[in-house]
């Protein structure tokens, strides 16, 4: 993921499920909406900045039934919800990188972690409690029962060179 510098992030509003990408421009937000389109089934507003007016991205929507509302510049109220939900993740990314001595080249992994980590915390707007996965997937998933399962980021591990590989010293 080295030279990724953006991320561009998708919110399902009924289970807060996030989908995320680590890009090197937003030139490419077409082809993430695609993607999210293929993950999600449907979309049903795009919010965003400048980085969404594109006659390719337009197109696009009209095509799916897409509603575009641009957000004013530098007023990130307007996307409330989803400014916090980056700022939960911002803060996740920050605590792991430091926990584990990472140097900031590593935030698109934790990033990414962090977007993980938030999809299996349980959700309360849900009256069940259930996970943005569970939700999304109608699978429980164990880490909501049993935290200490989960891989722990930064965490020490060894890459397995078979022998047929190995050089002879």
């Keep these: 993921l080295k030279g990724r510098r953006y991320v561009i992030g998708f919110v399902d509003k009924y289970s807060g499920f996030k989908l995320h990408f680590v890009t090197r421009s937003k030139k490419n937000y077409h082809d993430y909406v695609q993607k999210a389109l293929f993950i999600f089934g449907h979309i049903e507003t795009l919010r965003g900045g400048q980085e969404i007016k594109t006659n390719e991205l337009e197109a696009l929507c009209r095509a799916k039934g897409i509603s575009i509302q641009r957000?004013?510049?530098?007023?990130?109220t307007d996307l409330g919800p989803v400014e916090r939900s980056w700022l939960t993740i911002a803060?996740?990314?920050?605590s792991m990188r430091?926990?584990?001595?990472a140097?900031?080249?590593f935030w698109s992994w934790s990033w990414l972690h962090a977007v993980?980590?938030?999809?299996?915390?349980?959700?309360?707007a849900d009256p069940a409690r259930r996970s943005p996965y569970d939700i999304v997937s109608n699978i429980d998933h164990p880490l909501i029962d049993d935290a200490s399962t989960m891989p722990i980021w930064g965490c020490l591990a060894y890459v397995h060179i078979p022998a047929e590989k190995q050089q002879s010293k």
């Design 71 to 76: 957000a004013v510049p530098y007023q990130h």
């Design 91 to 94: 803060d996740l990314d920050r």
């Design 98 to 101: 430091n926990w584990a001595g």
């Design 103 to 105: 140097p900031k080249e």
């Design 116 to 124: 993980d980590v938030t999809n299996r915390l349980p959700n309360m």
